[in-house]
């Protein structure tokens, strides 16, 4: 079955050759066009016009289907939108943990439906606020947790058997959700009532966020030993959201996004088949994370394809027999590197645009950022508006009403179809530096040589350089904004949040079982010697009153420390 009719369109060549000849030639030769050239974001030429192109090998049944079924290009749930919207999900993070309680508590009053958490830097990369390198940076870029205690004030008084929780962190992922799992015992709410999502993408740190805490196979082992503990143990929790967002936030393409984001999937399927896991167990725990830039079309296009490949990996390379486990379900946030200082607040525009467009293109959840994010942390007022982006876009303007509206359209199915294509090249060229088999060597051999971090950086420098040139024109950057202003406010960062931070920590230090921390910290190391599965002991460490910051120190001292290819 195709597409098109080929009958009635075997004189459309024909027919565009002769509008070529008289219409738009009569109008060219009066108005000519703006540019020789129309390039997507990503640097894609643009065609002036798409039409049905019946000699390509396209059949709606294997290419499209219906939403809820293979290979669920045009959405992962039969009903999508008409059931139930997507989770508005705007991430907080700041201070200490009392502070970020506060502001999720505002943000769920304000018509939030799930909640997520950013971390600051020292967190992130596996040291305790009281370690020299935190200095300056406690609370700063986000919330800081050091302890099981810090987790507990974190989510105190907040339902978390009724609210999806997401920790947007990554080498550290598996001792910050041992501190969530102790929590949910503490306060009597069995594992099994969790829902949500820990990122633990442990290979997208070494190109994309950068915010690495040990080596590649030693993070990818803690990673793995989540997927497998979680997968017996917290079946409704999302093992890993593998991420394109922070590599596409570092300047990649589109197609660069979604191919190194399906080929970090990949290899972690593969880990967890080695584990003796089945697809059709984890796979329907795994879900993504994907960056929304301002080209509206190609971003559509962009996470359409990203179902569609992922679905025929999981089939036909991995035979997954569950739909489930075929799903590419995914978070959308709007890029905050797309946000300009100067006259802030037309980034609610931006945010409104890349908002629709992950709508559109059929997202689970969605963040959009702060319009005043190019100053400082997201203001309230700002978070609000993003909330408001939400609630407007999905009240108010009809796209809830019907499932991928853009589905059949010629330039929409041609550039899914292209994007897909790129993303697949992407992919096997990853393949070729391993084995020429698995994805998992070749992820490994592609951090080592530098190759995603490089392909990455002559994207952004590509992207750059149409910036400079003003061939891409961005309000604000390089098309003058005559009456800019500042935001109505800014968030004002306390001063005092770091030392109150370290205070908390030094107590609890000062007064627990140091014998029994340090026991429980010798059986962590073992375990991870061994390869034994880390995360019993660390949730032992844990409750035992480890840091963070010593736990991650054991790992260190069994994995050692990654040195950066240093690409530019």
Partial sequence: MTLYDEKPNDTLKESESKWKENELRNTLSKTPESKEQFLSVSGREIDRLYIPEPQTDFDYLDDLGF?????????VYPTMYRGRHWTRRQIAGFG?????????????????????????????????SLHPLSEGEVGRLGVAIDTNQDMSELFDGIP??????????NHPAIILLSFLLNHAEKIGVPWEKLRGTVQNDSLKEFHGQKTFALPPRGAYQMTMDVVEFCTKNVPNWNTISISGYHTREAGSTAGQELGFTLAQGM???????????????????????????????????????????WAKIMKERFHATDPRAMLCRFHCQTLGSTLIREGALNNLIRGSSQALAAILGGTQSLHVSGYDEAHEIPSE???????????????????????????????????????????????????????GHGLQEGMFAAIENGYIERSISEAAYEYQMRIETGEYQVLG?????????????LYEHDQEEEPRQIERLQAIIETRDSAKTNAALAKLQNAAKEKQNSMPAILEAANANATEGEIMQALREVFGDHQDPGVF
């Fill in 67 to 75: 939403p809820g079924a293979y290979p669920f290009t045009r959405g």
């Fill in 96 to 128: 200490t943990p009392s502070s970020t309680n506060e502001r999720y508590k505002f943000l769920l009053a304000r018509g939030q439906t799930g909640l997520s958490t950013d971390f600051d830097h020292p967190t992130l990369t596996g040291y305790d």
């Fill in 160 to 169: 978390i058997d009724q609210v999806s929780i997401s920790l947007t962190i």
């Fill in 267 to 309: 290899a972690y399927v593969e880990g967890g088949i080695e584990r003796g896991l089945s697809p059709d167990e984890f796979g329907p725990r795994l879900s993504f994370f994907f960056g929304v830039h301002m080209d509206f079309f190609e971003e559509i296009a962009k996470l359409r394809a990203a179902r569609r490949l």
């Fill in 381 to 435: 007022d700002a978070m609000r508006m993003s909330l408001n982006t939400q609630r407007i876009l999905g009240n108010e303007t009809g796209v809830v009403n019907t499932i991928d509206p853009l589905g059949g359209s010629f330039f929409i199915e041609q550039l899914t179809s292209q994007i897909e294509d790129e993303a697949w090249s992407y992919i096997e060229h990853i393949q070729g530096m391993g084995d």
């Fill in 477 to 489: 950057l390089n098309e003058r904004e005559e009456e800019s202003s500042l935001p109505p406010e």
